[in-house]
């Protein structure tokens, strides 16, 4: 009898889901993987570097999708009557002309395009939604980078048809552009029969997994002699301020603290205008003693006052 092969796209695949749906409250969509000319010119995109169909199944589904995002937008739709607000993910592969064949291929000639696989996410409805969406990425990668390496936004000029210019950012893993966040802009909106202000994130799979790998593929070590102390501290700052930044400086505050976790992002009616909760659990472990409540209390208030220098950031209570 022999084992199944161990396959560490479909693990990572797997807890990918669990962490979008159980812990970011977002539904998974399955969905064809093709697309309508119609479609694509109410979200402002260019069909004409899209593969046809020989034999399409309808006039909505004629053409390879080349993004994940117009069919979650098209669920959007059909579901948005029936909740105030909600949120939508799907992994699926996308079909990419990278040889240039669209045109011969129009015109009934056979050709193998070029697979990918995203993952995209999708909310409908309810405040801050670029910023939300924001965050839940930001999450994504705080779940599977295990501390190694950042993720940032960076502003950018080349972004799908249907994005507001305004609200939209390039997903950025050091140099490597892995994803975009926007929000559809009002023409496309109403074009395309959206009634919720609605915010898309797509970003690659497969460098996602390698992250993950890259991440998880560490040594192991001795276990300590010393228990890890475990606090909890809640920062309210301005919206523009990354996580990424709160978190390089906590990491690097002492020697003492050994890990830093985000685990919720926040942004609501409980909070002023123009700012956002960053919650983080911060681990405390000394190789040669057990720290005191003392010594613990002490790092804590330096570390706060640290960050409402570096940040503004303020304690929530």
Do not use: C
């Not at 560490?8 to 797997?14: A, D, G, L, Q, T």
């Not at 694509?40 to 570097?49: E, H, M, R, V």
């Not at 240039?100 to 015109?107: K, T």
């Not at 560490?218 to 309210?236: I, S």
């Amino acid at each position: 009898m022999v084992a199944p092969k161990i396959l560490p796209e479909r693990i990572f695949e797997n807890q990918l889901k669990d962490v979008l749906a159980l812990e970011n409250g977002l539904h998974e969509s399955y969905n064809y993987s093709f697309v309508g000319e119609s479609q694509l010119q109410k979200l402002n995109i260019d069909p004409s570097g899209y593969l046809k169909l020989v034999n399409p199944i309808s006039s909505d589904h004629t053409m390879l999708r080349q993004s994940l995002a117009p069919n979650l937008l098209a669920n959007v739709r059909t579901n948005q009557f029936k909740y105030d607000e909600f949120g939508l993910f799907e992994i699926g592969r996308v079909f990419i002309d990278i040889a240039g064949n669209a045109e011969r291929d129009n015109q009934g000639g056979e050709y193998l395009p070029y697979q990918e696989k995203n993952v995209s996410l999708v909310i409908a409805g309810g405040e801050n939604i670029f910023l939300r969406l924001k965050g839940i990425v930001e999450n994504v990668f705080a779940r599977f980078s295990f501390g190694q390496g950042e993720i940032y936004f960076r502003p950018g000029e080349t972004f799908p048809g249907w994005a507001d210019k305004n609200q939209a950012a390039k997903v950025m893993v050091g140099d490597e552009e892995i994803g975009l966040v926007a929000v559809v802009d009002t023409e496309s909106a109403k074009a395309f029969g959206l009634k919720k202000e609605s915010a898309v994130a797509e970003l690659n799979f497969n460098a996602l997994l390698e992250i993950f790998l890259a991440a998880s593929n560490h040594q192991y070590q001795d276990v300590p002699k010393y228990p890890v102390v475990k606090r909890d501290l809640a920062f309210v700052v301005e919206v523009e301020i990354l996580y990424n930044d709160l978190r390089e400086a906590i990491a690097a505050f002492d020697p003492l603290v050994v890990s830093v976790d985000l685990f919720d992002v926040y942004q609501g009616s409980n909070l002023p205008e123009g700012k956002k909760s960053l919650a983080f659990s911060i681990f405390y472990q000394a190789k040669d003693r057990t720290l005191t409540a003392e010594e613990i209390d002490s790092l804590q208030s330096g570390l706060i006052a640290l960050l409402a220098e570096k940040f503004g950031a303020q304690i929530r209570n």
